[in-house]
């Protein structure tokens, strides 16, 4: 194939990678035939980026906000990530949750251009050929998911599309993973969500889920094709159903370079946020009991990894799982129910029936409560009234996304255990000052963690990513928590440190891939360096 030459005029414009829009110079313009094409004026990246900040300011909606900042990506690729990188606060919520579950919902409505890859259940047999018409080829890492549980928000078939884009704008804006190395991919294989089957405008493919061998084949030439083209690939599986997310990790696992970012990451950071709330009360992990609302793949994923934790810290496995209760939408998580699936049999107790949340909460007396129940408000007033009467610093993480199915919200966990809970949630709250104190809510954003481990496994061609690995970026993320931030009650480092976190996440990631013995490439010592060196930074590049 002949290189592609450089691009001129009104095609470089319509380049989103190479185009620097009203920042191309004097001479860029003179010599690449786009005098005329552009206001006079040659601007600053740093003017361009006041500019959109202040359209930004001026729509009303943060869903108007993500298309236009999507429009922005389509546009000037470098420009985009200079504002997520230099404004991360402000852009995580719109790019990601909240707004991206509103912009799922709705993203066959707001749909401008694909932004990923589609494999769809018609593209059986040919799916390495639909890989192929990708444009790069140096991918090292694919976000794939099929659509069955987007955030809290259930099935949305081909419309969670914004979540394997996001995802992968995150690992370019908090890790610097080049953007030409990241591929969104959306499997289509169906969808089992009525309104959507019906929907004339609902663009994903009009029948019902795949299930059994059929769905797994289909997902099976999508990993071998995947692998094949790109040979050092990292996959990451999101937002799958329950069921299919924890058998496709165990499929895959041990055999490729792969992890669920809902079940891996998310234990990761939880743990994280614990380890950062033990050390403002001093307590230790092993004293803590910990009740989950929700026996899912966020509450699970937790409880292995706190169990691997707690073994390390010398435990032994039956009295590490012990710590571990767990409610799902039929009560307290009992050996004598017969309706338990494999994962949650290991952690069921031996305690008589219990469907009263209060109830539970005065007999397993637990220090911390995990909310991963996608049901709002399971943290009632009461609930959080116990759980008060059994911790003098009780920890209350209301994880459930978006912000509309949080267990609570920050203000009810310091209202209702008198200022004591530290809190943590999916996703963001506003600081709380409640009786003249000032209390900052922790937001356990899986951004502190997939991205650094995804540019750790990359940078040393990790052949497999390992629990160990999530263990390791767990203390690493507990560790850039600074004492400033653990006086005023925060659990993870402010998102503005989020490039050192995910720096300090990879070189975590790097040290076990050599430790197990899987890491594919030499590094140099001074693997600090080392990875601060692979990280993209969006400035431009002079053409002249
Ligand atoms: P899932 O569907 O796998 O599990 C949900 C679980 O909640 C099931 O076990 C279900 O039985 C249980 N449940 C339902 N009603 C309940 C009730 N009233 N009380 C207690 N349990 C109940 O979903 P998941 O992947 O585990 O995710 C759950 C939630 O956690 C979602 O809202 C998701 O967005 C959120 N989450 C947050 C983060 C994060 O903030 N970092 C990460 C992952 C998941």
Request: glycine share 8%; with cysteine; hydrophobic share 45%.
């Amino acid at each position: 194939m002949a290189e592609k030459s450089f691009p001129r005029g009104s095609d470089l414009l319509h380049d989103p990678v190479l185009n620097k829009g009203s920042a191309f110079t004097a001479a860029e313009r003179d010599a690449l035939g786009l005098r005329g094409l552009l206001p006079p004026r040659a601007q600053t990246q740093a003017e361009q980026v006041e500019r959109v900040l202040g359209n930004l300011a001026r729509k009303s909606t943060d869903l108007e906000r993500y298309i236009s900042l999507f429009a922005l990506a389509g546009r000037n690729q470098t420009l985009f990530y200079r504002v997520l990188v230099d404004h991360i606060e402000q852009m995580m919520p719109i790019v990601y949750t909240p707004t991206v579950g509103e912009a799922c919902q709705l993203y066959d409505r707001i749909f401008r251009r694909p932004g990923g890859l589609y494999i769809s259940a018609e593209d059986r047999g040919r799916v390495a050929e639909v890989l192929r018409n990708w444009p790069e080829r140096d991918v090292r890492v694919i976000v794939v998911t099929d659509g069955e549980r987007i955030l809290g928000l259930g099935d949305l078939g081909s419309d969670g599309m914004g979540i394997p884009v996001g995802k992968l704008m995150l690992y370019t804006a908090c890790a610097g993973v080049h953007p030409s190395q990241c591929l969104p991919v959306t499997i289509d294989a169906g969808t089992n969500n009525a309104e959507l089957l019906v929907d004339p405008l609902y663009f994903g493919l009009h029948q019902r889920r795949l299930r059994g061998p059929e769905y797994d084949a289909l997902i099976d030439e999508f990993v071998v094709a995947a692998n094949e083209l790109f040979p050092q690939l990292l996959i990451q599986f999101e937002d799958f159903g329950n069921e299919n997310a924890f058998r496709l990790l165990e499929r895959y696992q041990e055999r490729i370079c792969a992890f669920n970012d809902d079940i891996q990451g998310t234990a990761a950071v939880a743990l994280a946020g614990l380890y950062g709330a033990l050390r403002i009360t001093g307590e230790s992990l092993r004293d803590q009991r910990v009740l989950f609302f929700g026996a899912g793949e966020a509450g699970i994923g937790i409880a292995n990894l706190f169990v691997r934790a707690l073994i390390e810290a010398g435990l032994p496995q039956d009295e590490a799982r012990a710590r571990c209760w767990f409610v799902d939408s039929k009560g307290l998580v009992v050996r004598s129910r017969n309706d338990l699936s494999s994962h949650k049999v290991v952690f069921a107790q031996d305690h008589p029936p219990v469907t009263d949340t209060v109830a539970m909460i005065e007999s397993v007396r637990p220090s911390v409560l995990i909310g991963v129940s996608g049901k709002p408000g399971v943290f009632s007033r009461a609930v959080l009234e116990a759980a008060a009467r059994q911790a003098a610093r009780p920890i209350v993480f209301a994880l459930s996304n978006p912000t509309s199915l949080v267990e609570c919200t920050a203000e009810e966990a310091y209202r209702w255990t008198e200022g004591r809970a530290i809190f943590a949630s999916g996703s963001p709250f506003d600081p709380v000052s409640l009786s003249g104190r000032h209390f900052v809510p922790g937001q356990g954003n899986n951004a502190y963690i997939f991205p650094g481990v995804g540019l750790g496994v990359i940078a040393c061609a990790s052949r497999l990513v390992t629990d160990d690995m999530f263990l390791a970026a767990a203390r690493a993320l507990a560790h850039q928590v600074s004492p400033a931030e653990l006086e005023e009650g925060r659990v993870y480092p402010r998102l503005t440190h989020i490039r050192e976190v995910s720096r300090a996440v990879a070189v975590a990631v790097i040290r076990v891939a050599f430790e197990k013995g899987l890491a594919g490439v030499a590094v140099p010592a001074d693997l600090d360096a080392y990875v601060r060196s692979l990280m993209y930074e969006p400035e431009y590049r002079s053409y002249v």
